[in-house]
Nanobody, 128 residues
Framework: QVRLAESGGGLVQAGGSLRLSCAAS????????VAWLRQAPGKEREFVAA????????AYADSVKGRFTISRSSAADTVYLEMNSLKPEDTAVYYC?????????????????????WGQGTQVTVSS
């Protein structure tokens, strides 16, 4: 069984930074891509960023390119999302999910339904 737990959210002013963490336990995690998605009130869950199992390939939503950086620990059991230059529109609950299929080195998918095993989420609120 795969278990994911997000942490690191909080309240920050526009222009500020936060670092989110996604810790994995349970079944093998290293051969799978991990994604961060977010969901704002009344909106669909949307893709933010993803990293392959090998840590060599990443993908980003256009709305966060140049501001957010996804990374993965060398043990591959923790995935981080460094968020800089935060905007009020970044306010959402952020979730991490593991890819449904093995993805060690290929470019990770940006399709939300390709990921599962969500954690409980962590709230990010950016004030203007």
């Amino acid at each position: 069984q795969v278990r994911l737990a997000e942490s690191g959210g909080g309240l920050v002013q526009a222009g500020g930074s936060l670092r989110l963490s996604c810790a994995a336990s349970g079944r093998t995690f290293i051969n799978f891509a991990v994604a961060w998605l977010r969901q704002a009130p009344g909106k669909e869950r949307e893709f933010v960023a993803a990293v392959s199992g090998s840590r060599t390939s990443t993908a980003y939503a256009d709305s966060v390119k140049g501001r957010f950086t996804i990374s993965r620990s060398s043990a591959a059991d923790t995935v981080y999302l460094e968020m800089n230059s935060l905007k009020p529109e970044d306010t959402a609950v952020y979730y991490c999910g593991r890819s449904r299929f093995v993805n060690y080195a290929s470019p990770p998918s940006s399709t939300p339904s390709d990921y599962a095993y969500w954690g409980q989420g962590t709230q990010v609120t950016v004030s203007s």
